[in-house]
């Protein structure tokens, strides 16, 4: 940078001819900014001396901006066309122009200066009233001030008609209420009063049709600009990606989301340089090859997911088989965390995809998953297990629990708690959710007591649907294959239901839930009553057999959340159910 200091002075040993005809291909804007690096130049440059200058540097715009008026000056027509600084502040995005007033101001300078003109004129001690003619006279002596980057277009004006509550620039207006305050006492002849008011106003007129003069050549200006920018930008782009090809890059290795960097880079309203594509090049190689990066490994995981799906379709078929006569099938994990299982993991990664997974290969694992899935069932009867026993802690149906599940309860395990809202429960690794040490013989034996039903907590189903432990581990493995083990919950007066059922279908009180389940899917029901408890039975899902029961039994905690009063009287007692509904199964 250093070197570089002082090296544009040796443009003053250059003949004036000389020196002249190359500054006049500059731009206007180029002629401002090199008088501003140096004080000679300065001097020189602005200089009535250098106006033809100007013009001809004018004149290299296309199209070519009108001629100024006399009044204006070349360099601070250049200033306001050209220039984005603010002419009082100096702050840079100075777009608000008066080309009228001949100012181009700031957003805060704008605010500060450019006001209504009775508020001006109540600031300089005139009645809004009283001085009203007068304020209506003042405000055809100058013209108003709008922004002029918000008009494109505007007609030649043939007089002046302002109103005193449009907005002028403030130092115009103070200017010219000084001049008519002094002039006004002075001026005795009513004639010459009227000729001074007079050329006021024409001033302002010719001021105002140099504004809409301005205003039209600005807007078909900036049109062709923006065409020549689009071509140019065009033609930037095209440059690019042939540069690109050249190092084994194509359009379709392009960014695929929006990214900022590249979008700058590409898009820009200039064409492509030697000296532009050295400093661009880097930048856009980084970023197409982190894309490449970023695809490479998109394209990776699609591969193992496709693999992870084809292992999931040989666990389903495996699910399918013998269904209805497995228990152990109906319990097992859903398709998605069962690729958790150390036997289905090893079988994922036995072979990189594309290789396919063949039933042979499936087969050789199925006495393994069969045997891992029980880890799996023994923390779910556990978790399931001491949400059950938390519960019969709080329970009090006449006062006292049946004697059967207060036996199990004094089994092992009745120690082991969870809290009721577990959150999440990690079914294959040591976590939250289950007790430490789970008593398998004793969880299950309390499990398969026919009081313990539990509801879904996933969507509604909760307010729907009453599950056994084995009902809630197949409507999980069933209804949500892609979801992870969520909380369960009991329902409300579980041991009221349950009595109900079992008196309708010739149960006792010792039947387990392995039992009961085994009834309940042995046929169709049919009830004594003659309503049909299954009207869906050929569709609906077997392990919604006991919820139908509980639900055409008109039970009020099979609908929690309604009262029992809005059931029908005869079916809230026992010995109703034993008259009403009698239910066998064929």
Known sequence: ?????????????????????????????????????????????????????????????????????????????????????CMLCGAGRAVNVHYAGRARLCRGCWAANVKKG?????????????????????????PVANRDNL????????????????????????????QFRQITPALRDKNALEKFIEERKRFTLERLNFRRVTITWYGEWLSKKEAVGAEAGSERSTAIEEKLRELGYEPKDYPEDYDHEWFQMVNQPRKLTPRIWNAIRPKMVAILEKERERR????????WDKRRAELRRHYEKFLQTDRDHDMDKRTMPNSRYALLLPCMAALLVSEEP????????????????????????IKARAYMAAIFREECAVWAWGGELPSKLSALLEGKGKGEQVSAFPGRLNLYMDGP???????????????????????????????????????????????????????????????????????????DEDITQADLDAVV????????????????????????????????????????????????EADLTCEAVKILHRITFE
């Open 354 to 377: 594309p290789a396919p997974i063949t039933e042979e290969q499936f087969k050789a694992v199925e006495g393994a998953i069969c045997a891992e899935a029980e880890k799996y069932r």
């Open 118 to 142: 009775n508020r001006i004129a109540k600031d300089m001690g005139y009645s809004i009233h009283k001085d009203k003619e007068t304020i209506k006279l003042i405000a055809n002596m100058l």
């Open 521 to 568: 899917r042995s046929g169709r029901p049919v009830c004594t009553c003659g309503e049909d408890p299954s009207p869906q039975y050929e569709s609906r899902p077997k392990y919604l057999a006991l919820h139908d029961l509980i639900k055409h039994l008109h039970v009020p905690s099979a609908q929690p959340g309604v009262w029992s009063s809005d059931m029908p």
């Open 433 to 507: 959710g289950a007790p430490e040490h789970p008593d398998a013989d004793s969880d299950l034996a309390l499990l398969n007591s026919p009081y313990a039903l539990f509801s879904c907590m996933i969507g509604y189903d909760h307010m729907r649907e009453h599950y056994s432990h084995i009902g809630i581990l197949e409507h999980w493995q069933v209804a949500h294959s892609d979801r992870p083990w969520s909380m369960l919950v009991r329902n409300a007066d579980n041991v009221h239901v349950m009595l109900r059922v079992l008196e309708a279908i010739g149960a």
């Open 296 to 303: 490479e490994e998109v394209a990776r995981y699609q591969r």
């Open 1 to 85: 940078m250093g070197r570089n200091v002082g090296k544009l002075t040796e443009l003053l040993n250059v003949p004036m001819d000389v020196f002249f005809e190359i500054a006049s291909h500059l731009y206007p804007v180029d002629i401002l900014q090199l008088a501003r690096t140096s004080r000679q130049l300065r001097t020189m440059l602005l200089s009535r001396a250098s106006r033809h200058m100007w013009i001809a540097a004018r004149k290299n715009i296309s199209p070519p901006p009108p001629d100024p008026p006399e009044y204006v000056s070349e360099p601070e027509y250049a200033y306001l066309l050209f220039e984005r600084f």
């Open 151 to 178: 008009e494109r277009w505007g007609v030649h004006l043939e007089s002046v008609n302002q109103s005193p509550t449009a907005t002028f620039y403030e130092p115009d207006f103070v200017e010219v209420v000084e």
